[in-house]
């Protein structure tokens, strides 16, 4: 499995960005695919999940209503769009995936960088 991230770069308070993340290597089907994030200083966090399957999305409360994650599994491809940045949302951001039922994300691919100027 492979995953791609790209999308990251320098985007003022307020604004907007949208994550895509290249999945690769094998099907997905009952698979989960997630978005995490690692901001200077800082462990690693959960952002938002979707299933493969249906799109049943998950998120994390502080980016709740701003941020949304999606997938094109035609193209292979999962989404996070990013609206009303704060400076707070600074991090490196990394797609993942893990098998439906598994708890920890077995797949990650290398982050991109978002960088949220106030």
């Known amino acids: 499995v492979q995953l791609q991230a790209s999308g990251g770069g320098l985007v003022q308070a307020g604004g907007s960005l949208r994550l895509s993340c290249a999945a690769s290597g094998r099907t997905f089907s009952n698979w989960i695919m997630g978005w995490f994030r690692q901001a200077p200083g800082k462990e690693r966090e959960f952002v938002a999940s979707?299933?493969?399957?249906?799109?049943?999305?998950t998120y994390a409360d502080s980016v709740k209503g701003r941020f949304t994650i999606s997938r094109d599994t035609a193209k292979s491809m999962v989404y996070l769009q990013m609206n009303s940045l704060k400076a707070e949302d600074t991090a490196v951001y990394y797609c993942?995936?893990?098998?439906?039922?598994?708890?920890?994300?077995?797949?990650w691919g290398r982050g991109t960088l978002v960088t949220v100027s106030s």
């Open positions: 979707a299933t493969w399957n249906r799109g049943s999305t």
């Open positions: 993942a995936a893990r098998r439906g039922g598994a708890v920890e994300y077995h797949f």
